[in-house]
């Protein structure tokens, strides 16, 4: 990427990536992401242990779709800021030859895809500049980088809100539709409440894109014709937890791994 084409970064507009940011304890964030992170946790104290728990679902997901299920391709759709135990990092712990391609269409993610497009030598990580409603050109770009006759976890996670909720189950199914049998979707996201939606309300404050809460049966629709992993479909934190990650109980983000 060239230096001067990277795009300017508003430091005095609160951004959705730098807010989730501050959420899961990075430090790629301004006192604006903070100032309206703040805002959404006072309408929902819970956001700040949804998003993280977001990021500690993801890892086992991946650690799990990496190890018994063995697969080694992974298209992670609305990457977000780099963050310690990244998908491609917790792959390849486990399976050193796995390739990851990483999409997002946020130019502030661009500024930061060199931090992301690092890999085990003996595998692969890339990045795609595009819209997740393109998938399309998602799936045809990201083979350049993964053997699309093969099996592949698509990840989208808390990431879908960004769109509405039928053309959401939609556009995941166009997205299977592009992998071969043997792949998997791994998807979460926000379940509506009354709390969840008065952090929706919060959130839209910010002058930033809005994000949708879902009724579960909407995140659930999205696996139709597939194979659950167990223990199925419900909140993120009681989905196979490690030793103390499940102790805090469920929390307001619902979401499943699937199986093509």
């Known amino acids: 990427m060239n230096e001067k084409n990277e795009p300017e970064i508003l430091t005095g507009v609160p951004h959705s990536a730098r807010v989730w940011n501050y959420w899961i304890g990075g430090k790629d964030h301004y006192p604006v992401d903070q100032e309206l992170g703040d805002q959404v946790i006072a309408a929902y104290p819970q956001a700040r242990d949804l998003a993280r728990a977001s990021r500690a679902f993801q890892a086992r997901a991946v650690r799990h779709l990496a190890g018994e299920a063995g697969i080694t391709q992974f298209l992670d759709i609305g990457t977000g800021l780099p963050v310690q135990n990244s998908t491609h990092e917790v792959a390849q712990s486990v399976q050193p030859k796995a390739r990851i391609v990483y999409v997002d269409n946020d130019p502030l993610v661009l500024t930061h895809a060199r931090a992301l497009l690092t890999s085990a030598p003996e595998g692969m990580t890339n990045y795609v500049h595009a819209d997740i409603r393109d998938a399309e050109k998602v799936l045809q770009e990201a ?23 039928q053309a959401g189950i939609d556009l995941m199914r166009r997205y299977m539709a592009g992998v071969v049998p043997g792949s998997y979707l791994v998807l979460c996201d926000t379940v509506a409440t009354p709390q969840t939606l008065a952090a929706q309300e919060a959130y839209a404050s910010g002058d930033t894109p809005p994000y949708l809460v879902r009724r579960p049966e909407e995140i659930l629709a999205s696996a139709d014709g597939m194979e659950l992993v167990e223990p199925g479909f419900g909140s993120i934190s009681l989905w196979r937890p490690g030793p103390g990650e499940g102790d805090a109980g469920p929390v307001d983000q619902w979401g499943f791994v699937a199986r093509k």
Not at 151 to 163: E, K, Q, R
């Open 143 to 165: 083979g350049q980088t993964l053997d699309m006759t093969r099996p592949v976890a698509v990840m989208v996670l808390s990431t879908l809100g960004h769109v509405e909720p």
